[in-house]
């Protein structure tokens, strides 16, 4: 689970953060594979990078294919953590969902950070009972109603982390495809569109082309 940053507010990652080299990446350019050794964790400094589970078709001489997507990091949010454990395989595949910026952090230093800042391990701590609670979440069984508590839990989530007041509602500016909420949620594409074109009606939901904005959550958390 990707945690979020200010680095600013904590001297000693911000020093980590200043020594690194920021790298350009285009849309679908792929930072780091699954099973690749690890030395470096990575801050989104603008766009977003998705994380997708690697698709073992079974046979050796087929072309890879895309795996589903399992996260996404989004700005001021730091993934890439197996490399606090230098040469850790990675577990997942990270590329870009968008023209995306990125700072390359050594994995030593970060992690003393890590370890000597109440500040930067609070956040990770944080990261860690979100992604427990997400996890909870997507548990529920395919019973009448399931999908609906897994989609609505998703953009809860997604709103915590990258959300942004406005107006009356939070806007998720990420750009969220149908086929990405339905990775995120272990659902149909056709379910989820149905969900959101109902979320929409009941006015829970917008979608304006630039983000989603969530105007009632209770509904979304089937309060």
């Known amino acids: 689970m990707p945690f979020k940053v200010v680095p600013r507010r904590d001297r000693k990652l911000y020093r980590v ?12 350019k792929v930072l780091y594979g699954a099973g690749d050794p690890s030395q470096h964790l990575f801050l989104v400094r603008s766009g977003h990078l998705r994380l997708e589970v690697p698709e073992d078709s079974g046979d050796p001489g087929a072309e890879a294919q895309a795996g589903r997507t399992a996260d996404i990091v989004g700005p001021w949010e730091i993934c890439g953590e197996e490399a606090l454990v230098p040469e850790t395989p990675r577990r997942l595949t990270a590329l870009a969902g968008e023209p995306t910026q990125v700072t390359v952090l050594d994995g030593l230093h970060t992690k003393r950070a890590l370890q000597t800042s109440q500040t930067t391990l609070e956040a990770f701590l944080r990261a860690k009972e979100a992604e427990l609670t997400l996890a909870r979440a997507l548990s529920v069984s395919r019973r009448p109603g399931g999908a609906g508590a897994r989609l609505g839990a998703v953009l809860l989530h997604l709103s915590d982390r990258h959300g942004k007041l406005e107006g009356r509602g939070t806007r998720v500016g990420i750009p969220l495809t149908h086929q990405l909420l339905a990775d995120l949620s272990a659902s149909h594409r056709s379910t989820v569109t149905t969900l959101l074109n109902d979320w929409i009606y009941q006015g829970a939901l917008e979608d304006d082309g630039e983000g989603i904005l969530i105007r009632k959550a209770g509904v979304l958390a089937g309060i």
């Open 17 to 28: 953060v200043k020594r690194g080299e920021t790298r350009t990446l285009e849309r679908g």
